[in-house]
């Protein structure tokens, strides 16, 4: 169903996309650290709470992806542009309660979440806290649009705004945390215009009627509950999975604080430096959503099993040479980073043990349950997904952490723990063809 060009097409921009996104979450932190290690942890200690909120609409844009790319496999025009409709008045409705409860609890949640932090570091994560709450609705905005030029396989687009709004973040991180000194709340402003412009230029794109997948001339405010249960029955587990994941990521936020500021900064550098780690890997499997979708929508389901293997055998290699280049130069990656020197022994030691893991086992763990997903086998990677997040993140995090006393760099090892059960499972459920079971259903109920 894909030609080699029409895969170029489609992974090739989504890489540039992903890309564009770590670099300027690497420039943030360079930015920022000039203010000092408390901006640097209070945004780091925020951005984790946002991630872990975010992925709720995200969820639900994937979701939006899976079926929009599944009628667009049985060529049915008409349905994408319904679902396309459906997911945007969903993620909008989602993301402004989601904003509204963040900007309503914002230091109730940060004191909640990490206790008694320093007064400085605190200060910092509310100001940001308060700004980037007011993005969401944008935020979701856009990657609803993102969602649906990628399950039409127009990637190109979503990278071209990507650049525009991480162009404009920049530059206002340039003005207001070097020009104006405005530490964290500078770097809070450019994010809430860069996602405000980013959320205008992708409504315009997919409300184009001559797009494949659009919105309806008018707006749609009537939910269509039957096309949100499609829609949902792949968000609602995708959803669940990556919120809980997150939960689990603020938990061992948490942990690590206890630890220190140089602790914390080590943490935040190397969760930044991490995105890069991964980007190949991160576009693949998104390109695999709409590829699998496509092939499930058209009934092709040996062509579905084909390219989930020619995918995940890319992601090894290409991930491989990253991280191995990533490894190699490691001491100045860091020193790119205003940390103080026993901040940078640790961001040094997590950085490699991302790196090996990203060479050994990530591409397993992440990129399979992306096509599990687009068959419709959604519970299943959720399942494994939170029961591993309890068992061996969480709970091996503490016991290398205070048992054997590795402090911060024992979460970073719990989480290989984490990504080998991962793999091992996924690897199992893609090669017996159990993932496929539910799309030959409903093929044969077609």
């Known amino acids: 169903m894909f030609t080699t060009k029409d895969l170029k097409k489609l992974i090739i921009p989504l890489i540039i996309e992903q890309l564009l996104g770590v670099t300027v979450g690497m420039a943030d932190i360079v930015m920022v650290s000039a203010a000092g290690e408390a901006a640097v942890s209070g945004i780091s200690l925020v951005d984790t709470i946002n991630i872990l909120l975010i992925q709720v609409f995200s969820a639900m844009a994937t979701g939006g992806a899976v079926i929009s790319a599944q009628y667009i496999g049985r060529r049915d025009q008409a349905g994408a542009s319904r679902s396309a409709d459906q997911l945007m008045l969903s993620v909008t409705v989602l993301a402004i309660i989601i904003s509204a409860a963040a900007l309503a609890g914002n230091r109730y949640i940060l004191q909640g979440i990490y206790g008694n932090i320093g007064t400085?570091?605190?200060?910092?994560?509310?100001?940001?806290?308060?700004?980037?709450?007011?993005?969401?609705?944008?935020?979701?905005?856009?990657?609803?649009?993102?969602?649906?030029?990628?399950?039409?396989?127009?990637?190109?687009?979503?990278?071209?705004?990507?650049?525009?709004?991480?162009?404009?973040?920049?530059?206002?991180?340039?003005?207001?945390?070097?020009?104006?000194?405005?530490?964290?709340a500078g770097a809070g402003v450019s994010t809430l215009t860069s996602r405000l412009a980013a959320a205008v230029l992708m409504y315009l794109v997919i409300h184009n009627q001559d797009s494949l997948i659009h919105l309806s001339r008018r707006l749609v405010w009537k939910p269509d509950f039957k096309m949100i249960r499609e829609i949902l029955a792949i968000g609602i587990p995708a959803g669940l999975e990556n919120s809980i994941f997150q939960i689990g990521k603020l938990l061992l936020s948490s942990l690590v604080s206890t630890f220190g500021t140089a602790a914390i900064a080590a943490n935040a550098v190397t969760g930044s430096v991490a995105g890069l780690q991964c980007i190949t890997g991160s576009a693949m499997g998104l390109a695999l959503i709409t590829v699998v979708g496509q092939c499930v929508g058209a009934g092709c389901l040996e062509e579905a099993t084909r390219y989930v293997k020619k995918f995940l055998k890319l992601v090894y290699i290409s991930m491989g040479l990253i991280n191995l280049s990533v490894i190699l130069f490691i001491p100045g990656i860091v020193g790119l980073f205003s940390l103080s020197p026993e901040a940078q022994e640790l961001a040094k030691t997590m950085m490699f043990i991302h790196g090996a893991g990203c060479i050994l086992i990530w591409p397993a763990s992440f990129v399979l349950p992306n096509a599990m997903r687009a068959a419709g086998d959604a519970k299943f990677p959720m399942v494994v997904s939170v029961v591993l997040m309890w068992v061996c993140r969480i709970g091996m995090a503490y016991v290398f952490a205070i048992a054997f006393d590795f402090e911060a760099v024992g979460v970073w090892l719990a989480m290989m723990v984490d990504w080998t059960f991962r793999a091992i499972i996924f690897l199992h459920r893609i090669y017996s063809g159990k993932w496929l079971k539910k799309a030959a259903g409903n093929h044969q109920a077609n």
């Open 120 to 184: 400085d570091v605190m200060d910092n994560a509310v100001t940001y806290f308060y700004l980037t709450a007011l993005s969401f609705p944008f935020l979701g905005i856009y990657n609803a649009g993102a969602a649906l030029c990628r399950s039409m396989g127009n990637s190109k687009v979503s990278m071209k705004i990507s650049f525009v709004m991480n162009l404009l973040n920049i530059c206002g991180n340039m003005l207001l945390i070097y020009g104006l000194h405005m530490g964290s």
